[in-house]
């Protein structure tokens, strides 16, 4: 059997990589893995109008974080190297001439201005936007002098008149189109690049990619690519499209309504092996329905062929829940190493162990006290900073003005209880009791001056940890 080989090809025109080719990239990997194959990264950097600076270097270290390493790509290289578009453009231009000598493409010299004005015919017509043929119809040595002149051209695809294109989707089935529905599609551009569809076949072919898993979009340009494949003379891959992920109001995931980019939820706080779990949860279910799975146990009962095409619903608050889940899977230890790792990074106050206002020394005894009191109410790392901020720095403002004469009933009991849990309870019960005032509102005032918010971890809990000391001191700077 012939090895298995997928790949992703994201194109480096946006911030980061997408979410939904990380989804697309799961789905390679697992797959790959699960036959013993082999998963590829290629970078398709041919449209260089919209290259954003940076973005590539994002893509390869969001694949990381996400824990999908490639054993082939541009940093790791390979057998098939060099896995960057722009750095294959001679291997493009000679099929884009082998397809032009054999029949199966000619030379456009249209102009820009001519083709944006046959498409405001074709629109005024309520015509399908499609080439309409002009240099098609070029005798051969006419077009070759042209050429040779050094007039500008682009490379077309000769897609025949009659006739219909079918693959086989393993997701959908079979697919046809007829061939006069497929439009002459640009090939190589004046500029020598070539466009998505040419280096997409030449690279897979090149490459010995078995398995195209990709999303639906592509479904309209895979008959251009079978007509490739067969004009080229090569056996086509085994198709299959991933249904897009969909915003709750069931419209196209897109970041004007959500954030899309995988960095956004990295730098948020969200587990990476809690977004690979919500990810593969899209489209396919772990047998018997468990929820919360690794990606070792999905690669052992993996089937590409029971993706569902229906388009799956990306719920971000879902994702919370589940982070949370794995967030409590953690053991202290375990939580304390990734929360310092992701305070430096996103530079929080919280691991400012030097501006600190406890009188505990060690950082990690500290730590371990305070994740406790919330580590259940987490669902994303981000959240330690605003749960247990407080504990770190005193606040610099309240969320609301405090009753002063309610906060010092606290601060009296406060100053002559013993520092633990049910002493400083009966303490203040004891004050507001004394004073005609409820306890629950000498609590929340408490809890305000020395948090600066009325919700939080447990409050006594809170001020065991923070001390005597500093308590009395905040209640006393209001």
Known sequence: MKQVRTRIAPSPTGEDLHIGNAYTALINYVFAKKHHGKFLVRIEDTDRTRLVEGSEQNILSSLHWLGFDPDESPEKGGPYSPYR????????????QELVENGH???CFCTPERLAQMRKDQEASHLPPMYDGTCRKLKTQSSK????????????????????????????????FENKLIDDQVLLKSDGYPTYHLGVVVDDHLMEISHIIRGEEWISSTP???????????????????????????????????PVWVSWYRREGFLPEAVRNYLATMAWSFPKGKELF????MVKVFDVAHIQATAPVFDIEKLKW????????????????ILDVYMLQNNLKSLNKQTAVTKISDYKMQMKKILPLVKERMKTLKEFESLAGFFFERPKELERPVNNILLGVAEQALKGSEW????????????????????????MELRVAVTGKSVGPPLLESLEILGREETIARLSSI
């Open 85 to 96: 578009q722009s750095e294959r453009l001679k291997i493009y231009k000679e099929y884009a």
């Open 105 to 107: 493409a000619y030379h």
């Open 145 to 176: 002098l042209k050429v040779e002149k050094g007039e500008r051209y682009t490379i077309r695809l000769k897609v025949p008149k009659q006739g219909t294109s079918t693959f086989r989707d393993i997701i959908r089935g079979d697919i046809s």
């Open 224 to 258: 251009k690519h079978v007509l490739l494949y067969q004009f080229l003379g090569w056996t086509p891959p085994v198709f299959a499209h991933m249904p897009l992920l969909r915003n709750p109001d069931k419209s196209k995931l897109s970041k004007r309504k959500n």
């Open 294 to 297: 690794s990606t070792e146990e």
């Open 322 to 337: 589940m982070n949370g889940e794995y967030i409590r899977m953690k053991t202290d230890e375990e939580l304390i190493s």
């Open 420 to 443: 633990n849990h049910d002493a400083m309870e009966q303490a203040i019960r004891a004050a507001a009791e004394k004073t005609n005032a409820k306890a629950k509102d000498v609590f």
